[in-house]
């Protein structure tokens, strides 16, 4: 190449990059993105061992911090949803909010005016307003992975979950065409590297879903896995998931344990590899929440729903799997 033609190829490069740029900066710009999203974390009911260290407070609910935390981390701030509220409570909560997050933990989904007939109403008006042309994401954490698929099979008597255990870090088995879903497509190449080879996703269940429970009620139309892990007895269990059409995500793994959960004897994983690469959930479902342009009437009503009224208290010390957690009335009893 003499000088002059590698000018020209200097200058047609250049160009060619800026209009790349300027092309993709206005299919953003378009999309009137909402860079202040705030994302509603459902709580869960009082865990009994927890309701054990505190017996004089009358706290029947919670959220481990550590899914408030990994959900601050991509950009948003938290506000916490109660259960054992009527629908107009979930509802009305939902028009100031961006999207919902259903944490992982453990609480039997028959129990009345729990957790699962609170993510029952998030779930039924979530359809509601992305039906009418709304954008409302979802995304669900392990008991909140297996919750959303037992929603869409009408929570009969029997749930539609299968009992297999894992309680180990694993890689994610990816399908073979999970760069075409909405949860992988936009994720670097050097994490998805890491998300297939590494064992960087902490399992923590003793419930999955399998591809069977997909088939069983005729689910697989509109829910897509796009990725699998193997349980402790080498049973195939779907590690994501994603809705066809509306944007509602799972994983059965915990993204956010790599960051927060520091309880030594469940082995969870923190390299910086762990991090970087659980980091891409929240970070993909924030990015989700920021196309909703819901919002609170002005900052002071904002100030009143957000998590920073509840102190978070240190669990950990107390022998919680949680290191931190924040507690939540309505008043009343706790069940074991
Ligand atoms: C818990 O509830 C009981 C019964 O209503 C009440 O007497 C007590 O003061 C409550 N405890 C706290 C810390 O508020
Ligand atoms: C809820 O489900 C659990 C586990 O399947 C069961 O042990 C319990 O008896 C059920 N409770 C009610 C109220 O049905
Ligand atoms: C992942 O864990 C399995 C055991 O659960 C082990 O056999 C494998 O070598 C580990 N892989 C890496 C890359 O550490
Ligand atoms: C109602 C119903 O058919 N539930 C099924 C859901 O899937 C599990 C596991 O395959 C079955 O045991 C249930 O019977």
């Not at 017996?55 to 259960?83: F, H, Q, W």
């Not at 994720?187 to 902490?202: D, F, G, S």
Request: with cysteine.
């Amino acid at each position: 190449m003499n000088m002059k033609r590698f000018l020209l190829f200097l200058i047609c490069s250049i160009l060619s990059c800026e209009c790349a740029v300027i092309v993709k900066d206005v299919s953003v710009a378009y999309q009137e993105l909402n860079e202040r999203p705030i994302i509603g974390v459902l709580s869960q009911e009082q865990s009994f061992y927890l309701h054990g260290k505190f017996p004089e407070e009358n706290y029947t609910s919670y959220i481990a911090a550590s899914y408030v935390k990994d959900v601050e981390k991509s950009g948003a701030r938290v506000v916490p949803i109660l259960i054992g509220k009527d629908r107009k409570y979930y509802e009305e909560l939902m028009k100031k909010i961006n999207g919902v997050l259903f944490p992982g933990g453990a609480t039997f989904f028959n129990q009345s005016n729990g957790y699962a007939d609170a993510a029952q109403h998030i779930y039924e008006i979530a359809q509601e307003f992305n039906d009418a042309g709304d954008y409302f994401p979802i995304f669900g954490t392990c008991l909140g992975f297996q919750l959303i698929i037992i929603l869409a099979s009408g929570r009969g008597t029997v749930e539609n979950r299968s009992t297999c255990r894992s309680y180990t870090n694993l890689p994610l088995i990816f399908d073979s065409d999970f760069r075409n879903s909405k949860m992988f497509r936009d994720v670097p190449e050097n994490m998805i590297h890491v998300l297939a080879n590494e064992n960087v996703t902490v399992n923590y269940h003793r419930y999955c879903i399998l591809e069977s429970n997909l088939q069983n009620f005729n689910l697989i139309n509109d829910w897509r896995p796009t990725s699998y892990g193997y349980d402790d007895n080498h049973i195939k269990f779907i590690a994501t998931y994603e809705h066809r059409r509306y944007p509602f995500y799972a994983v059965q793994f915990h993204p956010e344990k790599s960051s927060f959960e520091w309880k030594l004897s469940k082995n969870y994983a923190h390299s910086i590899n762990a991090v970087k690469a659980n980091r891409v959930f929240m970070d993909f479902f924030v990015s989700e929440c920021r196309r909703n342009t819901h919002g609170f009437q002005d900052a002071n009503e904002e100030n009143k729903y957000l998590i920073y009224n509840y102190p978070a208290v240190f669990t950990g010390v107390l022998g919680s799997a949680f290191h931190e957690c924040y507690f939540f009335e309505p008043r009343g009893t706790v069940s074991k």
